[in-house]
DNA sequence: TTTTTTAAGGACAATTATGTCTTTAAATAA
DNA sequence: TTATTTAAAGACATAATTGTCCTTAAAAAA
């Protein structure tokens, strides 16, 4: 469904969520730790959510990656800045033309897990799932 | 969503089963043009296809693909052979042990959109899509 | 039987995704 | 100011996916 990067970058961007409540700033490697992951390879993906706005960073001592407390962030903005957007858009048999008018043979009966797919992830927000983390409802890794 | 191999693989047995439907047999050759793919890619495919049991296959001049009339064929049959079950049942974060009982943040979220996936997918039969492209209403490429 | 047509199989090549390492730049603290 | 800690950046390595090619085996037609 996501490719790895995007698994990684969603575990990371809720762990650091969840640092950033309590006023933390972790860095690659506590990152890392927290959800299991590849430590340099998730270097690449923090940058690349950075560059992307997604998350905030800090170099230097005492520094690391953290959200605004505020952030409205979504599930839909962490994949869209890693995947692209083809999951929520692209034609599922890969037909570069594919729409209402000239349609391949699934794209009715895959409109409606697309959109279902788009939805939730736009009316999922980061800090709502950053909170369950926090009350260990939820987890990330093992 | 899928691999490459996996939609070239649904075109592939959707315009297999719409020609089956007219007592043809299409090789390689004619299937690759009809999905406008790249042949020596599609015959493996279609190999591992008729390997699985998917579709059948015929050796020799006039041989080619094909399936059985009365094939009860679905969508899902054609994703797990190629893909696997992954996407139907695999954790969105990729965690080993997700689960209801220890669960990765989203897991809630994508019971539904898998399940809709899950369930659209069993439900839509092959020979349902070849009924329509062979009517014009949907198409394999472009 | 021979030739032709076709799928099967396997080796190979190219591309993309995944993952690592090293150097540089920024920021803080001493 | 200097040393230390950290992210940024880019080169590099490995693995997986995608794609090609060539040989073999099967089947039908001539």
Known sequence: MFSKACEYGIRAVLFIAEQS?????????????????????????????????????????????????????????????IDGDAIFRGCSLGLPECSSEYPCPVHDQFQDVRNGLKRMCEN??????????????TFLKL
Chains 1, 2 share one sequence.
Do not use: H, M, W
């Open 21 to 81: 409540q309590q006023d933390k700033r972790p860095n690659v490697n506590e990152i890392a730790k927290a959800v299991d992951s590849p430590e340099p390879f998730t270097a690449k993906i923090c940058q690349k959510l950075a560059r992307g706005g997604i998350i905030l960073s800090k170099k230097g001592p005492s520094g690391g990656f953290y959200l605004e407390k505020d952030s409205k962030l979504t599930l839909a903005d962490i994949v869209a800045s």
């Open 124 to 137: 999922t927000t980061v800090l709502q799932l950053a909170d369950k983390l926090r009350k260990g409802e």
